[in-house]
Structures are given as C-alpha cells and as structure tokens.
C-alpha cells in the first residue's frame, strides 16, 4: 500500500513539475512583450528546479545512504573506513605499499 502511494505521488510530482516547465516554454515561445519574461523564465526555473528535486528524492529512497564503519586493516590493523556491507578492508598505505611491492616484482620478471 505504501510502495503504491509513494509510487502515485511520484508520479503526480513528476507530471506538475512537467506541465510548469512545459508552461514556462510555451510562454517564452509565445513572446508576449513582458509577460514571457516575467513569468515563461521563472516557470522553466521553477519546473527544472522541482524536478531535480523529485528524482532526487526518488534516488534517495531507492538507494538509500550508505553507512560507512570503522574497521581494521587486514594487513597492518590499523583502523580505516569501510562500507557497511564490507568486513574487511586493507588501508590506502597498504594498498599503496602492496601497489608498489607488485610494480618492483613485475619490473624484475
């Protein structure tokens, strides 16, 4: 039911903030001495803004923010940032050390 409404509402978003841009264009093709500028420009400003902010917020609850953790290296243990979903982590000086420990053996061969 709630997957629904918030669907619908989606929806009905998308439509307004459309049909203002739509608006806003129709105005500024029209021309009409003073009236296309004071309302066809703030129209299509206020449709593009509005619909930026609709996707946004169907982005947001689709994807969802991610949680970042506090875990150890794998390598030296020390504490480095990682994603929720991931358990283990090596740090940027371990990759960076490993990176060149791969470089110097692959110039040797």
């Known amino acids: 039911m709630n997957n629904s409404f918030s ?4 929806i009905l978003q998308t439509i307004i903030c459309l049909s203002i841009l739509a608006g806003g264009v129709i105005i500024l093709i029209l021309r009409i001495s ?21 996707f946004d ?5 689709k994807f969802g923010k991610e949680s970042i953790q506090v875990v150890l290296c794998s390598v030296c243990g020390q504490p480095t940032y990682s994603p929720s979903w991931q358990n283990e982590q090596i740090c940027p000086a371990c990759e960076k050390k490993l990176k060149n420990k791969l470089l110097e053996e692959k110039k040797i061969k």
């Open 7 to 10: 669907l619908l509402r989606f």
């Open 34 to 54: 003073v009236w296309s500028l004071v309302l066809g420009l703030p129209m299509v400003q206020i449709g593009v803004f509005f619909l930026i902010l609709s």
């Open 57 to 61: 917020e169907l982005a947001r609850k």
